[in-house]
């Protein structure tokens, strides 16, 4: 006949394995489960550097539409967005900037472009833009309302 003391250890250590395979396998289960979410998450994020890729690689500025119109979208400036996908004219606004000896308010930049700056309903379309290339980081605006580059 067996050992009861044995037979008894035995039963015990059977008990721990038993134990530690549940916890194991369930461990096993959650690293499985967590591979499956990278593998989704690296799929998801090849979709989205392929996306951006392909933004980027457009050089010329997007016509949008506004209105019905069609509108030329002013990029925010970033790294890898030069100042050649602005158009044309938005050029020659930060070209008139840079030009200039310090701050410039908007009527000066209208000299500077041989606008008439007599004539306010002029003005306003260029303080717009000038505005405009404000809010997407080409220019920064003074608090008193002059206009100047970023460095």
Do not use: C
């Amino acid at each position: 006949m067996l050992d009861p003391e044995l037979l008894e250890r035995i039963t015990a250590r059977r008990a721990e394995l038993d134990e530690l395979e549940e916890q194991l396998a369930k461990q096993l289960a959650e690293v499985r489960a967590e591979r499956d979410e990278l593998a989704v998450a690296e799929r998801v994020l090849d979709r989205v550097s392929e996306q951006l890729a392909d933004e980027r690689a457009s050089t010329a500025p997007v016509p949008g539409q506004v209105g019905g119109r069609a509108v030329m979208l002013i990029p925010h400036r970033e790294p890898g967005v030069e100042e050649t996908m602005l158009p044309p004219d938005y050029q020659r606004l930060l070209a008139a900037a840079r030009q200039a000896a310090g701050p410039v308010m908007t009527r000066q930049v209208g000299e500077m472009l041989g606008v008439d700056v007599s004539v306010r309903s002029k003005l306003e379309p260029l303080r717009g833009k000038l505005v405009r290339l404000t809010d997407r980081g080409w220019l920064r605006k003074l608090p008193d309302g002059r206009f100047t580059t970023r460095l």
